[in-house]
């Protein structure tokens, strides 16, 4: 049984920081891409960032480029996205997602890639 939970979120004022966590379990972690998308009521499922299975990849949507970075601790099963000078657009339900075994999508923000979920967590950022 594949599970992906991700914890970390909260709220923050404009300008903070969160870093948010995904712990996994029941794959090899170093054998799939990753990422981290975010919804808000009404919209698509957006994209944040991905990484590779290895971690020498990363990708990260315009919209956060530069002030969030996603990374992986294949040794601890461990998804981590570091948030930084949060703004009032962030605020989302974000969720943690891993490709397929056996994927070839690489690094992808596109949420069809991406095969498992987890339930979310919460981020609001106040102005």
């Known amino acids: 049984q594949v599970q992906l939970v991700e914890s970390g979120g909260g709220s923050v004022q404009a300008g903070g920081s969160l870093r948010l966590t995904c712990a996994t379990s029941?794959?090899?972690?170093?054998?799939?891409?990753m990422g981290w998308f975010r919804q808000v009521p009404g919209k698509e499922r957006e994209g944040v960032a991905a990484?590779?299975?290895?971690?020498?990849?990363?990708v990260h949507a315009a919209a956060v480029r530069g002030r969030f970075i996603i990374t992986r601790d294949n040794a601890k099963n461990m998804l981590y996205l570091q948030m930084d000078d949060l703004k009032p657009e962030d605020t989302a339900v974000y969720y943690c997602?891993?490709?397929?075994?056996?994927?070839?999508?690489?690094?992808?923000?596109?949420?069809?890639?991406?095969?498992?979920w987890g339930h979310g967590t919460q981020v609001t950022v106040s102005s």
């Open positions: 997602a891993a490709a397929a075994v056996g994927s070839r999508a690489g690094v992808t923000l596109r949420s069809s890639d991406f095969t498992y």
């Open positions: 029941g794959f090899v972690s170093s054998s799939v891409s």
């Open positions: 990484i590779s299975s290895s971690g020498g990849f990363k």
